[in-house]
């Protein structure tokens, strides 16, 4: 899995590197219009869109053809895609720390909870997101695909809305709000490992084209 991890990120490096570079300049402009620690919300979904890139590059050049040959299965196949969103989506966020980072260092108003509540908030969309998109990417083509990647991250903000105001019948969240939002990024962690379990299953029986 190692290598087709490699050829990911060879493909989408110059995706990589433009996202990474367009987060921390973001950053830094932000910083004159409204707290720069917002960033940490967009930096995750922002920069796993190179995902989706590796996966039409896949089907473009017949590489699921050529991979099934390999001596890899069909799960690790999967996985790789799925290890890779979240190291794109990590990479992401320690994008977007760097300007916070530097900024608090300048006497910028950033507070570590600020850093952990959108951070949380922003890591839970981009794996709700995730865990419905990555499936979808190898049941539709890729014109399909990529109009389900962005209607994903709409689905994935109104799943975070409806745990929070489920997690409001129960706490008042506004007094608890880090505690409701890891309990939100609790769930989207299980909904993303359900997600590769039912994809490497669908997979396995899935014909390569």
Do not use: H
Not at 30 to 52: D, H, M
Not at 128 to 150: N, R, T
């Amino acid at each position: 899995m190692k290598g087709i991890l490699i050829k990911d990120l060879y493909i989408a490096r110059s995706n990589i590197v433009v996202t990474v570079v367009s987060l921390i300049v973001l950053g830094f402009g932000l910083s004159f219009l409204l707290e720069t620690s917002a960033l940490l919300v967009l930096a995750p979904v922002a920069s796993t869109t190179a995902v989706f890139i590796s996966i039409t590059s896949d089907a473009g050049s017949k590489w699921n053809k050529n991979v099934i040959a390999m001596p890899v299965s069909r799960n690790q196949i999967i996985g790789e895609k799925y290890t890779f969103y979240i190291i794109l989506a990590l990479a992401g966020l320690a994008a977007a720390l760097i300007p916070c980072g530097i900024l608090a260092q300048l006497g910028a108003d950033i507070t570590a909870q600020s850093l952990c509540l959108y951070g949380a908030i922003g890591m839970s969309a981009t794996l709700l997101a995730g865990g419905i998109s990555l499936p979808c990417a190898y049941l539709f083509d890729p014109e399909k695909s990529q109009i389900v990647f962005m209607m994903s991250f709409m689905a994935s903000t109104g799943i975070i809305a409806g745990i929070v105001l489920f997690m409001n019948l129960l706490i008042p969240v506004k007094e608890y709000i880090l505690p409701t939002f890891g309990i939100v990024l609790a769930v989207a962690v299980i909904c993303f490992v359900i997600s590769y379990i039912v994809a490497a299953k669908v997979y396995q029986k899935r014909d390569i084209i």
